[in-house]
T-cell receptor
Framework: DAKTTQPPSMDCAEGRAANLPCNHS???????VYWYRQIHSQGPQYIIH???NNETNEMASLIITEDRKSSTLILPHATLRDTAVYYC???????????FGTGTRLTVIP | GAVVSQHPSRVICKSGTSVKIECRSL??????MFWYRQFPKQSLMLMAT?????????EQGVEKDKFLINHASLTLSTLTVTSAHPEDSSFYIC???????????FGQGTRLTVV
């Protein structure tokens, strides 16, 4: 699976959009980009995933660059409950195992 | 999303004893389940992959005789930490998928403390 690079930490003001970047420059054509988050002492929670088109669901939006070498997870209106570690993972299509990197610790500030 | 339940959420055991952790998919049949370990302030590390009815596949460096995995049904996988030592103290997390190219759902984790 391709390696991902994320900033170790970010702050975001409550109510503002949180934009979390992820670099995956070695991604191959059949690899999907997945985002999970982990709130302290809990299991990871699925957020969103995509292959090459931008995706949106009730939790977030995923913007993938045209060359697919990077992506951005957008939480449109961050709340205090969004404080968590966010993991960007690339996963081969047809494979189910997920390998977690170090993620980005997002702190939403009141 | 689908629900994956782990039990127990916390366990303290004496050094040398064995501990069993259960992972259940409550509202779907899981073709594959995964077990992870997470040490404080570190990321999740995949330990093994288990498919229903077959032997688990362990990641490099994970002792299969120490971490026994059983996936006897499509809704239940168990991880048994045998002859536990203090260095086995960690947060153990399972996940389950319903099929290929589907998202994985995670249990709430089990905090194991070996004293």
């Amino acid at each position: 699976d391709a390696k991902t690079t994320q900033p170790p930490s970010m702050d975001c003001a409550e109510g503002r959009a949180a934009n979390l970047p992820c670099n995956h420059s070695t991604i191959s054509g059949n690899e999907y980009v997945y985002w999970y988050r982990q709130i302290h002492s809990q299991g990871p929670q699925y957020i969103i995933h995509g292959l090459k088109n931008n995706e949106t669901n009730e939790m977030a939006s995923l913007i993938i660059t045209e060359d697919r070498k990077s992506s951005t997870l957008i939480l449109p209106h961050a709340t205090l409950r969004d404080t968590a570690v966010y993991y960007c993972i690339v996963r081969v299509g047809g494979a189910n195992n997920l390998f977690f990197g170090t993620g980005t610790r997002l702190t939403v500030i009141p | 999303g689908a629900v994956v339940s782990q039990h127990p959420s916390r366990v303290i055991c004496k050094s040398g004893t064995s501990v069993k952790i259960e992972c259940r998919s409550l509202d779907f049949q899981a073709t594959t389940m995964f077990w992870y370990r997470q040490f404080p302030k570190q990321s999740l590390m995949l330990m093994a992959t288990s498919n229903e009815g077959s032997k688990a596949t362990y990641e490099q460096g994970v002792e299969k005789d120490k971490f026994l995995i059983n996936h006897a049904s499509l809704t239940l996988s168990t991880l048994t930490v045998t002859s536990a030592h203090p260095e086995d103290s960690s947060f153990y997390i399972c996940s389950a998928v319903q099929g290929i190219n589907t998202e994985a759902f995670f249990g709430q984790g089990t905090r194991l403390t070996v004293v």
